[in-house]
């Protein structure tokens, strides 16, 4: 059984279709690459996975977590799947955070959520999962508020936040797209030992293809709400198949391999 | 004013949540005091509760004593130093016991307001959509309803007193705060670090308080002076119309509502308690402003 297994989703704001029989699966342990332009619904899905479509979505079709059925599940039975099975890393790390609350506290919300752990056994927990995640001084750093921190500082709690509990699955939507190339790289790297490590699998959405061919081993193109072409990550890069890929990995070289033009 | 803007100093980690919060309280008068508007609006709220305390043990005449043989002085005769009306009611006296009345209306219905508020904002937006939508609507509905209609309906049903101007004014500003507060949890809910913590497995009670109160709590803050200062305003009028607290208890209101018939023969009568409400209304006002300013880290700076 797939860990997740999302099955002809369609997703209508109105009159206006935004996911078109979409379909995607993620095996245990497995690192898929969902990609495509802004608007082509790829955030859509990640919050389809997770249950928090927003209220004036209608949903169609199915999406399943390890098998239990999310589209019509009524709030209180979402406790046991958001954060425990499976978790969150946002776009930006500072409105992901609650401005007025110590990033210690905020690490260790699943912790107290799922684990019913007391308060200092979360922070004890909170601060170990800083140091896991390469916050320096973690002891203080767990004090801090948000905006004490850098951007890849705030993103390193975002992710402790999401590993906390030790999810099966781990979506991480577009989590290095707000910090600047050094960083990114830095984060990437720690997105992607830290889910090795645990035997997490990943579901990695972004538009930048130069980005996901660091962390995936497959990907899924999206288009229009459509899912255009699945396949193993070397196919993607070597032998696309549909226009829109082709159009994608031309722009990811531009970008990545040609120095603007200088003009004198 | 050349004021320097403060060094922002950001909060060390590692201090008790108590010393932070003190620190943060310090951080926030801080601001405030260097505002001229702050300065006034909390002399003008010191000054209401000296004169109430005040009033409660002592008073330069008995407020309620009448004395024919000395009524009608001008200020600073015989001993009164706002003179007296018709039956040799001291005006100083009265108004220092009056503020009484203001201080307990001011505080009572404007916490009872922001409390209606808070409970109605609530209930509209974080409820399902369908169940929101209704309260929204009956909020709307509320606010058409005239205070002052409400206050009638109040004291004709259960006699007019401080209690039923109380209730009527926290109702009325209640559903006006209700609004405010509506659009500042709306927007609080959309945020990303709420859709984290849902995320996250946190279901609403714990959203409520962990994420959404905490940060509309300067927006409320904001809204409950202005109430306030909307409570003392609408106390004198239903007092004057005769619907508010009971002529036998001196009151500002009242004060206007016995003088106003020699209003031509002896002006600074109604002069003196129309002075002490219009200055109250604008200290809990300015107080207001300042304190929005004060507490918003990125208008901290500037100093108005």
């Known amino acids: 059984m797939s860990l997740l297994e999302i099955t002809d989703l369609t997703v209508r704001f109105g009159a206006k279709t935004v996911l078109d029989q979409v379909n995607l699966t993620v095996?245990?342990?497995?690192?898929?690459?969902?990609?495509?332009?802004?608007?082509?619904?790829?955030?859509?899905?990640?919050?389809?996975?997770?249950?928090?479509?927003?209220?004036?979505?209608?949903?169609?079709g199915s999406v399943q977590v390890a098998g239990t059925e999310l589209l019509g599940l009524r709030d209180r039975d979402f406790t046991g799947i958001r954060g425990e099975q499976v978790a969150m890393v946002f776009q930006e790390p500072l409105s992901a955070l609650n401005p007025l609350m110590r990033v210690g506290k905020q690490i260790a919300e699943p912790l107290r959520l799922h684990r019913g752990l007391s308060r200092s056994k979360a922070l004890a927990e909170a601060i170990d999962l800083a140091r896991r995640v390469g916050l320096p001084d973690p002891a203080d750093t767990v004090r801090a508020y948000p905006h004490q921190l850098s951007g890849g500082q705030r993103q390193r709690v975002g992710i402790a936040m999401a590993l906390a509990c030790k999810p099966g699955l781990l979506i991480?939507?577009?989590?290095?797209t707000a910090l600047d190339v050094t960083v990114q790289a830095e984060i990437l790297d720690l997105l992607g030992k830290l889910v090795a490590d645990q035997g997490s699998a990943l579901l990695f959405i972004t538009h930048d293809l130069a980005v996901l061919a660091k962390v995936v081993e497959r990907v899924v193109v999206l288009s229009n709400g459509e899912v255009v072409e699945t396949a193993p990550l070397e196919d993607i890069l070597h032998d696309p198949q549909h226009e829109y890929t082709r159009e994608l990995l031309r722009v990811a070289r531009a970008e990545t391999f040609l120095p603007p033009e200088v003009t004198t | 004013m050349s004021h320097r803007a403060p060094e922002y100093v950001p909060a060390r980690p590692r201090r008790s949540a108590w010393r932070r919060r003190q620190a943060a309280l310090r951080t926030v008068l801080a601001a405030l005091v260097r505002r001229r508007s702050g300065v006034f609006g909390l002399v003008v709220f010191g000054l209401l509760v000296v004169a109430g305390l005040v009033s409660l043990a002592w008073t330069p005449f008995d407020p309620e004593a009448t004395d024919v043989h000395s009524a009608w002085l001008l200020p600073l005769h015989g001993g009164h130093l706002l003179g007296t009306d018709r039956l040799g009611h001291d005006q100083f006296s009265q108004l220092l016991a009056g503020s009484r009345e203001t201080l307990l209306t001011a505080v009572a219905a404007g916490v009872l307001a922001a409390v209606i508020g808070l409970v109605l904002a609530l209930a509209a937006a974080m409820t399902p959509r369908r169940f929101g939508a209704v309260v929204v609507q009956l909020i709307d509905i509320l606010i058409a309803f005239p205070v002052l209609l409400l206050a009638m309906i109040l004291a004709a049903v259960y006699g007019g007193s401080t209690v039923t101007a109380i209730a009527a004014i926290g109702v009325g500003y209640g559903v006006v705060v209700a609004r405010v507060a509506r659009g500042e949890i709306a927007s609080v809910r959309q945020t990303d670090y709420v859709l984290a913590a849902q995320a996250a497995g946190a279901r609403t009670g714990r959203i409520v308080r962990k994420h959404v109160l905490p940060n509309i709590a300067p927006t409320l803050i904001v809204q409950l002076s202005l109430a306030m200062a909307l409570a003392v305003l609408a106390e004198a009028a239903l007092t004057y119309l005769g619907y508010g607290t009971s002529p036998s208890v001196p009151s500002w209101g009242g004060m206007l509502a016995e003088q106003q018939a020699y209003i031509s023969a002896r002006p600074l009568l109604v002069i003196w308690p129309g002075l002490a409400i219009a200055i109250t209304v604008l200290g809990l006002n300015l107080l207001g402003d300042a304190l929005r300013d004060a507490s918003d880290p990125r208008l901290r700076g500037e100093v108005a």
Request: aromatic share 0%; charged share 25%.
């Open chain 1, 27 to 60: 095996e245990p342990g497995e690192r898929v690459g969902l990609i495509g332009e802004s608007g082509s619904g790829k955030s859509l899905t990640a919050l389809a996975a997770i249950g928090l479509l927003p209220d004036e979505a209608a949903a169609g």
């Open chain 1, 172 to 176: 991480a939507d577009e989590p290095t």
